[in-house]
């Protein structure tokens, strides 16, 4: 079954009006060139993840490709359109699409810490989940996921004015193309190439580290958490589907017996509805199990702004190095005294002093490199000043977002098994007056 | 039928009944409503007495113990009316005993009686199961045509169960105290004699050793019936298919009940993992918080930085919070399961012993039927000269007809207990249940407050997010 338009979840996104001078750093902020139309920012829209489709295709090697694609669907939402509501435009994309999308944010915006995608393959399932890509279910729940990964763009400050998102909800086709225009997949490359080497950096930033380790734990716990909610639902399931079989011997008896007979067969009817009410409530449960996830999955862009923030201070200390090493070789080249034992230094001495020419020109080399080293510090230390403060309002941000994210996800699973709680009372009282009965 | 028949019912093989002089033999008139509605196919014959049930069943009243000749006090309707009831027996207080030889349970049976056959109104002694098996005994022998409810089993096959275990020996005392009850309530066992000294006697321990011997006895005595009946009457084969089918209903409940619980059971291991990480997560969000503090980042303002249920950061409590609650869920599974195993896989599985005695029962009354019909038929083939049946026939021909009656009467009693026992059973399921999920409630709802505990507003960011 695919996605009904009938559950679709509408949200509305109050995205602030941008300043000329907001704007103006978001065309800094992407990378390269940005498209040569106009650059229309959205005051506010609607964004709906409406439907699922299959497509086949045959793809570049002559093979059938089928493959799933989402409509989304943009409508201005201005307090002047309310009651008009006009037809939303709309485009089909492709999950490897978003993925994209994604990546262009992950270059784009080292310091932001990018809503994560809903998960490629199905993990933390239990039995009666499949794992299967093309399952109604999963494609549904994707469905839903993609939507969720909109609308968190479109309400991040920086995130939602950049125009290569907004083309990507706006402009079918043409839109891979300005987004590899960017340049960005070069780039990709070697970020993910700094991320994942090691290096140590002497002066962290304490927060930067402390993020990190609590990005890990997180998502140690949360996994944790989903594989064991994952073997309750199914325990939960067994528990409630053998008092179904309840419903067929209670049946069966009662056509043995006179005065008990109703009394049974009802009774039987109300342990076939208990054994089947369990579907609802572990569908509900997956919900929450996805919500979790959304957090878990966000642990790994935490964590990859917190290596940013290593990579660098890592460059600043390395430069600062640099600039040192270099300022030490002039005052050795002054004062002709060699500080440190250096093989250099052995083959002065060895083969006598340098000529005072090429003295000279050391000295003219190194000071055109201490000078550039001096003003390649000065950057570093802005970039990494300014990279540290937005990097850090950024976590404040997230971390307020997650604690009340996940603080109303919890509320909605205590109230959950309350509504559980009930049902399950109500069938066993039902069953009980039909067993008065007998 | 003659009206006058021999003050003993005699009987192939068995001891005769003896006599007791029965305060209520004779003087009273036999006031009976039988429950029954089959009585249609009763195939005794009618004739007129002096004496006879409504039914039509002619009451023997020269055989004081049988229950044709007794004020047949059948329980009418559903609930047993206390007001009719003279007797009323317990058992509880179970004690171990050590001597030199064995260790074993006994039970405080505790009698309040109005009866003139007993001495005193109020006795309290202490058995053990070697004397109700006595009892059963006894009553089988002593009153063959009727059906005499079950005993636990005396040995457990699985072995591994201790005999002195708190749960065994309660299990074992509420069947005992429901054998008791049941025999208490039967209109004619209640007056045995061998119930009133069980009841009564200080010391049964000499008559509990014969048991042993005559048990063997009782096994032969089926056997030797040996006679080959030619037509069961229809009520009699319709009992016998109703407890072939019910025993097998039972077995079926039985299976998933024990199904269930083993569900039960692996959900609760899970449950008792799943709970904790919510607090290991608690514990990182701790964690985070204190070092925030410690490196001076300024968060919530508003709240105070004292201990666990500080919001500030507000995950910490909502995750404790559910981690009690799936605590407490566990909790409760736990005591459902141990209900369900203790109280009602027990209750069932006892019912089939007691459709055995049924089963039993039905065998034995085929037994006589067919050897009444062997005698006729060779009566017949001897062309008798006298125009009336032969006494001997005339004999089997009772008994067949006393046996019908007082097994109807026995089965319509059975029926009824049936129906009330499993009311009991499946409504104290569904109590179970339901102060299950009332548990499980209560503890979701009482930390719904402490989810929802919000420091005073710090969410001034702006960001409208709803999904």
Known sequence: MMADT????????????????????????????????????????????AEAEKRTVKNAVN???????????????????????????????????????????????????????????????????????????????????????LLRVASHPILASDNIFYSFLTEENGWKEAVLETGFQAKADSRLKALNATFRVKNPDKRFAEMKHYGDELQSVISQLLRVRARVADRLYGVYKVHGNYGRVFSEWSAIEKEMGDGLQSAGHHMDAYAASVDDILEEEEHYADQLKEYLFYTDALRAVCRKHE?????????????????????????????????????????????????????????????????????KNTECDEFVRSAWSEIERFKDQKNHDLKEALISYAIMQISMCKKGIQVWTNAKECFNKM | MSASTPKTLSSSGQKPIQEICHPLSAAEEAVVRTPSPDVANNTASIEDKDLSLPNGTPVDTSSPASSSSLLNRLQLDDDLDGETRDLFVTVDDPKKHVSTMETYITYRVSTKTSRVEFDLPEYSVRRRYQDFDWLRIKLEETQPTHLIPPLPEKFVVKGVVDR???????????????????????????????????????????????????????????????????????????????????????????????????????????????????????????????????????????????????NGNGLQAPLEGVAGGVASVAAAMEELTEDMSQDFLPVLREYVLYIDSMKNVLKKRDQVQAEYEAKLEAAALR??????????????????????????????????????????????????NITYYQKCL??????????????????????????
């Open chain 2, 164 to 310: 002195f275990s708190e749960e065994f020996v309660e299990t074992r005392r509420r069947a005992l105290d429901k054998f008791l009850k049941r025999v208490a309530d039967h209109p004619v066992l209640s007056f045995n004699e061998h119930l009133n000294a069980f009841l009564s006697s200080k010391d049964l321990n000499k008559r509990a050793g014969l048991a042993l011997l005559t048990k063997v006895g009782e096994g032969v005595k089926l056997v030797t019936g040996g006679y080959k009946l030619r037509l069961r009457p229809l009520e009699f084969a319709a009992m016998g298919e109703y407890l072939d089918t019910f025993t097998g209903k039972l077995g079926t409940i039985d299976r998933i009940a024990q199904r269930i619980i083993k569900e039960q059971t692996e959900y609760l291991a899970e449950l008792r993992e799943y709970g904790p990480v919510y607090g290991s997560w608690a514990g990182v969000e701790a964690g985070n918080r204190d070092n925030n503090a410690a490196v001076g980042v300024e968060e919530d303002r508003n709240h105070s930085s004292s201990g666990h249920h500080s």
């Open chain 2, 442 to 467: 209560a503890a979701w709802e009482s930390i719904i407050p402490l989810l929802q505990e919000r420091p005073a507003d710090s969410f001034g960011r702006g960001q409208d997010k709803v999904i």
């Open chain 1, 63 to 149: 093979m059938q490709e089928t493959y799933t694609v989402y409509l989304i669907e943009t409508r201005p939402a201005d307090d002047a359109s309310e009651g008009t509501n006009p037809t939303p435009d709309s485009l089909w994309r492709r999950y490897s699409e978003f993925e994209i999308l994604r990546s262009y944010f992950l270059v784009a915006y080292p310091h932001v810490v990018v809503p994560p995608l809903p998960e490629k393959r199905a993990e933390f399932v239990w039995h009666k989940l499949s794992a299967d890509n093309m399952d109604p279910d999963f494609v549904e729940r994707r469905r839903v996921g993609l939507e969720n990964f």
């Open chain 1, 6 to 49: 009938g559950s679709e979840e509408v949200a509305v996104i109050g995205n602030t009006d941008l300043t000329p001078g907001e704007i103006e750093n978001n065309i800094k902020n992407t990378m390269g060139e940005v498209g040569d139309e106009e650059i229309v920012l959205p005051k506010k829209m609607e964004i709906n993840v």
């Open chain 2, 383 to 432: 062309r008798e000269e006298r125009t009336t049946v032969p006494s001997d026939v005339e004999k089997c021909q009772d008994r067949v007809e006393c046996f019908n009656a007082d097994l109807k009467a026995d089965w319509e009693r059975w029926q009824n207990n049936k129906r009330q026992d499993f009311r009991q059973l499946l409504t104290n399921m569904a109590d179970s």
């Open chain 1, 311 to 379: 990579l660098i201070q890592y460059e600043l200390e390395a430069a600062a190095t640099d600039l040192s090493t270099k300022k030490q070789q002039q005052e050795e080249l002054a004062t002709g005294t060699v500080r440190t034992f250096s093989l250099k230094g052995m083959t002065s001495k060895l083969f006598g002093q340098e000529t005072p020419e090429v003295r000279e020109g050391k000295m003219k080399v190194l000071e055109g490199q201490i000078q550039e080293g001096e003003e390649a510090l000065k950057e």
